[in-house]
Each structure stands twice: as structure tokens, then as C-alpha cells.
């Protein structure tokens, strides 16, 4: 493709969709406003963590498809992937769209392509972006296309899922649904289809909003499977083999930038009629405190603690909205010493053997693939008391029982010791 793509914004979706573009021979120039974020890109550097974008970053600097800067400069399609978070009233923040929707005003010319990546409420496109938009004196829709188009892909597995899922475009109007239609198949190996802006919108709201109910529906059934003294991992594994029932897992509770936000983008809109999916973020977001106090039974007037994980799930560096941090300051209210483990992070990529060493009570938070490893042996010998507490159904109960350990399984009855 000839034409020249801005990306604003270089985060977790903003920075491989540009590396993405920029692999495919397109020349791309990002923008992001933390100025380090830019100095570091512009050494073939990233901060984040992501399967084979190091590589791929590194290479499209080198041969200078992509370039970076803190101000946008003149491009033939704009694309705005900045982050859109839950304010503490549950209201979007949108403060970041709009800034960088302005920014691009004094820059447009007939035949741009400017497209929302962002997850955003239904009418994002329609209500605020055109009208800014529309500061430039052309005529939005005519001279100037616009479309919704969300990203969907999974933190973990971000370069896959671009080329391979199917993608969703929403535009204002026929024209800019194909223009958009014809620049994401670039690279795209799925299907795109085509529909309007606030449909796309909804939809990517949708996508996240259905697994936050029913992840919200496992953990119900967790709390009631722990109080009739079943297995609700069990329950879940036989209820599955039904052809057409898929029931989620329970854990902690739900983190990351996604599901544990977008449902309040629909609730904003129409709170009277919204009452599942507000339930079943209030579910999810009350599990780290139900975690907290099955930890603190386990103490049973203890109060040491080691914490295996603190990201929002495994295998990423990520602790935005992590339920793990909520879990931990639980913790630490009720009187409790936290010792955290988890290799993905800088700050607490220590040694497990050391900070499992005089602890009461081992907590499975996040089934990272390094905690496979455990020498839980050796773990045993040095703990002051022996419990551990396992929240994502990653550990082979009969195996630590065997060395000694008082096992208790989120979702399931009684521990070891009855
Ligand atoms: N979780 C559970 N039980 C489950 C599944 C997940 O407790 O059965 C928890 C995880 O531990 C984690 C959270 O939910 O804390 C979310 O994890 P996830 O892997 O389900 O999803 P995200 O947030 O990493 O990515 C989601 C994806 N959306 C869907 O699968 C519908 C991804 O495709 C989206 O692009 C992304 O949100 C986004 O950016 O919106």
C-alpha cells in the first residue's frame, strides 16, 4: 500500500498494529505522548511484553518503516489506538480520543482515512469523533472517510491474532467502511466485515461483556459449589461435554485493561436496562475479597502469606486491574504479611524458595508457565506452616497432599484438613 499511516498511541495494541503495517512495507509513523515510550522506539527498544514483538519492532526501525515522534505529522490515514479507561465513577474516559482526534484537525486533507481503534461506548464515532473532526472545514463522510474498527486480540498472542482473527468495520458510511476494509487487509488473513460505526462499537463491547457474565456465572457457581462441598471445576469439566454449553473457569476475579472495563461502557448508556451485566462485574470484582478470606481460614490466626503471581493472568507482564493487587490489599488490611513471586515483573522476579521461606500459606494467584517447575518439596521444608491455597485449579492436589501440604481448591469443599 502507498499511503502513509499514523498510528497515535503506542501501547499494547498501538505498537504491534504498527509494527504490523510497517512489516508489510507500509511506512508508518507513531505517535505517543510519554516521551520515553518514543525515545526508546526510536532505538528499536519496547517496554512491553509481547511473543516476537521485540523482534519484529527491532527489525521495521532498522529498515526505517516505522518512525516515531510525540507530535503526529502529515499521513493519509490516521489511526487512534489510545487507551480508553473507566473513570471512578465507571463513566469511559474518553479525555484521550479526543485529545488525539484534535491533534490531527490542523493535519487532515481530502481523501484521509482517520479510524478508531479504541475500545470505545456505542456513538463514540458519530458523537465525538466526526464532530471534532468537522473542525477542519471539509466535509466529514465526502472528503474526509471515518470508522470503528476494534481490535480484538488476545494480550499473549497479539501478532497471531491481528493477521488471523476476523475483524470488524464499522464506517460512517459505505465508502469509509471499504477504504478501511481495504487498508487493515494489508496484513489481515481473517474475514473483515462491514457494518456502521456504532454496531462495530457494540459489538466489541459485546465480545467482552459476554465472557465477563460468564466468568461472573463460573464464580457463582464456585461460591455455591464451596458451600455444598462439590467440585465446581468438576462440575464445569462434566456440564462442558453438553454440545452446546461452555461454561467458563473460576478464578480470582477478573483483571486487564478489557473485560473488567467495557461492560461499563454499555451500562453508562442504559443503566436501567443493564442489570446482568452490572451483577456480574460486581461478582467478578468482589472475588479477590472472597479469595482474601478463604487465605485468611487457612492462616487460622497466622499471618504470613507468599503470593505466586501478581499479573492479571498468566504469562503476561500486565497488572493493569489485576483482581491479584486487590487480593493483596485485602490481605495486608486484615493484618496479613505478603512476600509477592512473579517472574514477569521486574519488581518481584525473585527467588520462590526464598520468599516461600517462613510462610503459612502459599497462594496459587496466576498459573504463570515458570510455576510449573515448583519444587514443592523443597517449598515444604522451609514453610512455617504448610497450606496452600490454589485459586485457578492449576495444581495436582494428590501429589502436594502426598508431601504434606494442606491443599484448598477455590470452588471446591473443604481442604485437606477437614
Ligand atoms: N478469566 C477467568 N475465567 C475465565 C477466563 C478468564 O477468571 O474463564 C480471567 C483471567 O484470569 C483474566 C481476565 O479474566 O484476569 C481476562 O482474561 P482473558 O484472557 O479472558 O481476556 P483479555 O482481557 O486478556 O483479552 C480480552 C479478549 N476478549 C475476549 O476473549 C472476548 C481479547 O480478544 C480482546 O481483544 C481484549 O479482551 C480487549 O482488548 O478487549
Known amino acids: 500500500m502507498s499511503k502513509k499511516v499514523l498510528i ?8 504491534p498494529t504498527a509494527a504490523m503495517f510497517a512489516s508489510h512495507d507500509v511506512d508508518v509513523y507513531g505517535v505517543d505522548v510519554n516521551e520515553k515510550v518514543v525515545e526508546n522506539l526510536q532505538k528499536g527498544e519496547i517496554i512491553i511484553e509481547e511473543n516476537g514483538l521485540p523482534e519484529l519492532v527491532r527489525e521495521v526501525v532498522k529498515t526505517q518503516k516505522l518512525k516515531c515522534g510525540t507530535t503526529p505529522i502529515e499521513s493519509d490515514v490516521y489511526i487512534i489506538a489510545v487507551p480508553t479507561p473507566v473513570n471512578e465513577d465507571k463513566s469511559a474516559g474518553m479525555d484521550y480520543v479526543i485529545s488525539a482526534t484534535k491533534s490531527i484537525v490542523p493535519l487532515l486533507k481530502k481523501g484521509d482515512l482517520v479510524v478508531l481503534e479504541s475500545t470505545s461506548p456505542p456513538r463514540t464515532v458519530l458523537d465525538i469523533i ?10 466529514i463522510g465526502k472528503d ?6 476494534p481490535e480484538r486480540v488476545l494480550p499473549g498472542q497479539i501478532l497471531n491474532e491481528l493477521v488471523n482473527n476476523d475483524r470488524i468495520v464499522g464506517g460512517i458510511n459505505e465508502e469509509s467502511s471499504l477504504k478501511t476494509k481495504e487498508l ?16 462495530a462499537e457494540m459489538c466489541k463491547l459485546m465480545e467482552n461483556t459476554y465472557r465477563d457474565v460468564n466468568i461472573a456465572l463460573a464464580n457463582e ?19 462442558n461435554k453438553h454440545p452446546r454449553v461452555n461454561l467458563h473457569s473460576p478464578g480470582p476475579g477478573v483483571g486487564g485493561h478489557c473485560i473488567a472495563v467495557d461492560p461499563w461502557f454499555i451500562i453508562e448508556k442504559a443503566p436501567e436496562l443493564t442489570k446482568i451485566m452490572n451483577l456480574a462485574r460486581i461478582t467478578n470484582d468482589n472475588m479477590p475479597k472472597h479469595v482474601s478470606s478463604l487465605a485468611i481460614d487457612m492462616l487460622d490466626g497466622k499471618n504470613n502469606v507468599t503470593v505466586l503471581g501478581i499479573t492479571y493472568k498468566p504469562d503476561v507482564d500486565d497488572m493493569r486491574e489485576s483482581p491479584i493487587l486487590y487480593l ?15 517472574p514477569h515483573t521486574d519488581k518481584y522476579n525473585v527467588d520462590i524458595y526464598e520468599n516461600a521461606k517462613d510462610s503459612d500459606l502459599l497462594i496459587l494467584a496466576v498459573n504463570h508457565k515458570e510455576f510449573e517447575s515448583i519444587d514443592y518439596k523443597k517449598i515444604y521444608e522451609n514453610m512455617s506452616s504448610k497450606n496452600i491455597l490454589d485459586t485457578r485449579n492449576c495444581l495436582d492436589r494428590t501429589s502436594l497432599e502426598e508431601i504434606g501440604f494442606n491443599v484448598k481448591l477455590i470452588g471446591s469443599g473443604a481442604s485437606s484438613e477437614r
Open 8 to 15: 497515535l498511541g503506542l501501547g499494547y495494541i498501538g505498537l
Open 130 to 139: 466526526v464532530p471534532i473532526l468537522k473542525e477542519s472545514g471539509l466535509d
Open 144 to 149: 474526509v472517510f471515518v470508522s470503528h474498527s
Open 184 to 199: 487493515y487487509e494489508t496484513f489481515v488473513k481473517g474475514q473483515i466485515f462491514i457494518t456502521d460505526s456504532t454496531t
Open 221 to 239: 457457581l464456585a461460591l455455591v459449589c464451596e458451600k455444598m462441598g462439590i467440585n465446581a471445576f468438576e462440575v464445569i469439566n462434566l456440564s
Open 328 to 342: 493483596i490489599e485485602d490481605l495486608k488490611k486484615n493484618g496479613v504479611n505478603v512476600k509477592v513471586v512473579d
